[in-house]
């Protein structure tokens, strides 16, 4: 089994090479598409420094601490969009009956799709997120600590956006509630926690998982607490579980376009 996991990482690994040897096809355009990135996602402290000029903190959250969760939203994002960008236009796939190209060769037909195309844009959002956080005051053991939770936070955004995904074996135009929820996910990400309560808080730890992407990450990045790192552990294996059951559920229910079309 562990060879078999080894083998798909590797065809995993080379497909998304291959993507972004495409990508890189025009270097001009590759490189300026990461810049006007970072540069889009910068004005956001221009709006936050004005916030903190009138107050100690928003939504219980400190300027550095604003500034850790922005890097969190804009890693998780890069990471999710570069490494998986097909997870979100993965209904559209099933929809239109595309998964053919995947299923006829002998790999794991839902990796195949995540990793079958890149945003190579996305490589802004994670060198941003990485900037933010060597600015809010960097060690060892929060670098190491906020690399892996970018890790774990893309893994959560992509296996959330394959379960809205996987609805679309039993729903028609169910893209159109993925494309909210991932959109949501996006939006809140970059907003402090304390602005939320009552029920919305219940809601972005459970049905719409920021809390698990940035919240507690923050948390632990202040503060550092074990029991909270495990949570988000626990919490990534139990989504990404929940992803590959439903979407190898959904597929029993697949209906083939009949494209004659390969995948290499």
């Known amino acids: 089994m562990l060879t078999a996991a080894k083998r798909q990482f590797k065809i995993s690994m080379l497909s998304t090479k ?9 270097k001009a355009t590759f490189v300026m598409s990461i810049v006007f990135m970072i ?3 910068a004005t956001f ?13 928003v939504g219980g959250y400190t300027f550095n601490q604003v500034l850790m969760l922005w890097a969190l939203a804009s890693g998780t994002f890069g990471v999710a969009h570069f490494f998986f960008k097909k997870a979100f236009n993965l209904s559209e796939t099933i929809t239109n009956g595309k998964l053919d190209a995947y299923i006829v060769q002998p790999k794991n037909i839902l990796l195949q799709a995540l990793t079958s195309d890149i945003d190579s844009s996305a490589i802004g959002d994670m060198l941003y997120g990485f900037i933010l956080i060597f600015v809010s005051g960097i060690t ?3 670098f190491i600590f906020f690399t892996i939770f970018l890790i774990l936070g893309g893994f959560i955004h992509v296996a959330f956006a394959v379960i809205l995904a996987s609805f679309s074996f039993w729903i028609s135009r ?6 909210t929820f991932n ?19 219940v809601v972005l730890y459970t049905l719409i998982p920021v809390g698990f ?9 202040t503060s550092f607490n074990i029991m909270s790192f495990i949570y988000v552990l626990l919490f990534t294996a139990f989504i990404i579980g929940l992803a590959f059951f439903m979407f190898y559920k959904g597929l029993k229910k697949y209906s083939s376009s009949n494209l004659m079309i390969s995948k290499i």
């Open 174 to 179: 169910s893209d159109i509630i993925a494309d």
């Open 213 to 221: 992407i940035s919240y507690v990450p923050v948390q632990v990045l």
């Open 45 to 57: 402290i221009i709006q936050y420094l004005i916030l903190f000029s009138l107050k100690e903190d």
């Open 183 to 201: 959109s949501m996910i996006t939006h809140i990400n970059t907003y402090p926690e304390g602005i939320f309560g009552g029920i919305t808080r």
């Open 140 to 142: 060892i053991k929060k």
């Open 39 to 41: 540069l889009n996602n």
């Open 18 to 26: 291959y993507a972004l040897m495409r990508a890189m096809v025009n």
